[in-house]
């Protein structure tokens, strides 16, 4: 199975429109608000679906969940790859959405419940960051692939149309996965079960105060960086534009080969920080002080953004982005690992589902935001707002010596 859950990744991280999204959404004429209103519509659908997705997942079958998530996936990639319209790129968001809200949360509980059954639940950071990293090297990949396309002369758009063979290789491997994965089907589960089986996981999450705070913390971090991570792209455009050791080519041939060369970059050091986030978390005497450095190093990695955009130094903006890259592949492994230890087995899906929602629901409402303010103010307020965000977790002395004392429950 651990072949099959890092092929999942592999194939899943094979979305070569990723590294130039923004750029192609500016092929299209958009402007940076409006580029923010398809990432805030997005989470709101997202936000709607995530938690009942994962009720029905949990209740009808995880296995059905994720062929369904594929398939939303690839309708959405058709609809991308064709849309002429800002109405029709919001219907492909839509698709979008229901993909991600069918599937996130509903894999990783899948390989939780496996490694339940296999009596090795102390190696859940180990195991999840080893298939993460897995992902990482399919980012790796689809980069090379997608740059290379690019340099070719295909436009940005037409990228997205790439993705539908992985994804539809993806639902196959799911093909093989045991019926065992889907979990504790509900016979003839309807409308009543699904709500309170979701009443039972609300209630589950909020009512623990060690869940309640990483939810609270999965907000902040991972809705701030899913809003803020891909304003790269311009900086790299604008960085590709301006080197003479690149002069010779055309635009989008300068542009391919420096997005690419720093996205390989991105996605390998992403995918040494998953597998190494249960090094972190030895390192630091456990997963809560582990957390506790990443908030910092984040927080001074947003500070140096910030300055790096006002000064106008590229080299300094690209390394924190992809420094905030690889804080986030540290932290995503741990997160997990810590959310599931506070959870019940029965509603995995639905509780990281939870965790999933709160992180839309903070990238739903800065997204737009933030697109307005870069209109108007240029790229700086992307640094300015992470570090807001990121130096309260930082500095919160009295909240983390509350953490303190359940270290040892979170640990696996």
Not at 74 to 90: K, V
Not at 338 to 347: K, L, M, V, Y
Request: aromatic content about 14%; some cysteine.
């Amino acid at each position: 199975m651990l072949f099959r859950f890092s092929l999942y990744g592999f194939l899943k991280n094979q979305t070569y429109f990723e590294p130039f999204l923004i750029l192609a959404f500016r092929e299209k004429g958009l402007s940076f608000f409006q580029i923010g209103l398809l990432i805030g519509f997005r989470e709101v659908c997202v936000n709607l679906l995530e938690i009942p997705s994962g009720a029905v997942a949990d209740l009808y079958g995880r296995r059905r969940a994720m062929i369904f998530a594929f398939s939303a996936y690839i309708a959405s990639f058709l609809i991308f790859g064709f849309a002429g319209s800002l109405a029709a790129l919001f219907a492909a968001m839509l698709a979008f959405a229901l993909g991600e809200a069918f599937r996130s949360g509903t894999h990783k509980a899948m390989i939780f419940d496996w490694l339940r059954g296999q009596g090795r639940e102390g190696e859940r950071t180990r195991f999840y960051g080893f298939t993460r990293s897995w992902s990482k090297m399919g980012s790796a990949l689809a980069v090379v692939i997608s740059a290379g396309f690019i340099f070719s002369g295909v436009s940005y758009s037409d990228v997205f149309l790439l993705a539908v063979i992985p994804y539809l290789l993806g639902i196959v491997n799911f093909l093989g996965y045991p019926a065992g994965l889907d979990g504790r089907r509900g016979e003839g589960a309807g409308i009543a079960a699904v709500l309170g089986h979701l009443r039972g996981a609300l209630r589950h999450t909020f009512r623990l105060p060690p869940l309640r705070r990483i939810v609270s913390e999965s907000m902040g971090f991972e809705g701030t960086y899913k809003a803020a991570k891909d304003y790269i792209q311009p900086v790299l455009q604008q960085a590709a534009l301006g080197l003479a050791l690149l002069a010779a080519w055309e635009e989008h041939k300068r542009v391919a080969l420096l997005v690419g060369g720093v996205y390989f970059v991105l996605h390998i050091l992403s995918s040494v920080a998953s597998r190494g986030g249960y090094r972190l978390s030895a390192a630091a005497g456990g997963e809560e002080r582990a957390a506790r450095l990443i908030w910092a190093g984040t927080s001074v990695l947003y500070a140096g953004l910030a300055a790096g955009l006002w000064m106008g130094h590229e080299s300094v903006v690209i390394a924190a982005f992809i420094g905030l890259a690889v804080a986030q592949n540290f932290w995503r492994p741990i997160l997990i690992s810590r959310i599931d230890a506070h959870g019940s087995p029965e509603a995995g899906a639905t509780v990281l589902s939870i965790e999933a929602q709160a992180k839309s629901l903070f990238a739903m409402i800065l997204a737009p935001a933030l697109g307005f303010a870069v209109d108007r103010l240029g790229l700086v307020p992307v640094g300015v707002a992470g570090f807001l965000v990121a130096a309260p977790f930082a500095l919160g002395g009295g909240y983390w010596a509350g953490a303190k004392g359940r270290e040892a429950g979170a640990s696996p």
